[in-house]
């Protein structure tokens, strides 16, 4: 039986969690479609040419790079399948996306759920950021440097 | 105004449903890690890892978190982190790692249709993870939070 009261009042526990995430996660989420309504991304894709070029990647990456990280890796995948039809982007800079994004995606909805619980969300924020942009930027030496081998 | 009202639907809809998807996904794993501990699973595995754990400033518990997080998703692994008396340095620490490497079966793939090979990805982030963790960990240390 005393499994039984375990287990309730671990579902219980659960749930107010999952209330404390939606009081947090509702608002962000709406901000999160404004800015998308908004076309936000589109007015600063031109501010991050700096950063794009120490990634060694083109403009057009801008957009399918701040889609992902701030929407998540699902719509950054979409942007970049769309992207490489179009055939703005070479092999070499979709992998390098797909590398940054794989591990700085959704930053703003993952840093406040966990801000809720009492992490810190300026460190969580800039060792995800930093780490994205030093493996990618040695990914490009390293993927630059296979393909000058080959030729 | 009504070009405010568009948006602010789809994000609350977008809410109720990942809230839903929460509900469907901490509840039941928090229930079952819950019963796995009260026949003591949880800590013999805890104490096998416990020394690895150590290298991240982590209790042994916290290797069930990363596990969750790796195999199934953020999610599950947020549901069992907040049944755990963690201090707010280790709650970042595994925050941090939880956040470069979760739901590896699922994003890999997603990824994947970036040219990046399902392999490389997965274990790009598995180190990644583990590196960040250590050197958070250090630099805790190093400025005296530890």
Redesign the interface.
Known sequence: MEVVTLIVQTAADSLLNIGKIALYLIPILILIELARYYRIIEKITARIKGALDFLTLPQEAAFPLLGGMFFGIVLGSALIIDYSREGYLKKRDLMLIGIFLSISHSIFEDTFIFAVFGANPVILLGVRTILAIIITRVAASFLDCLAAKKT | MS??I???K???L??FR??WL??KI??PI??LV??FD?YGIIGAVAGFFSPAMAYFGLPGEATIVLLLSFFVN?YAA??V???MA?S?QQ??V???M???CHELPM??V???????PIPV?AL??LF?ALG?GLL?NMIYILVGGG
Do not use: D, H, N, Q
């Not at chain 2, 997603?110 to 990046?116: A, E, N, P």
């Open positions: 070009s405010i568009e948006p602010v789809t994000g609350l977008k809410s990942l809230l929460l509900v901490i509840v928090s229930c819950a019963v009260y953020f947020l549901g982190l907040t049944t963690l707010s709650i970042t595994l925050a941090v939880i956040g470069i994003e890999t997603v990824c994947s249709y970036t040219g990046l990805s790009l982030r990644t960040a958070l």
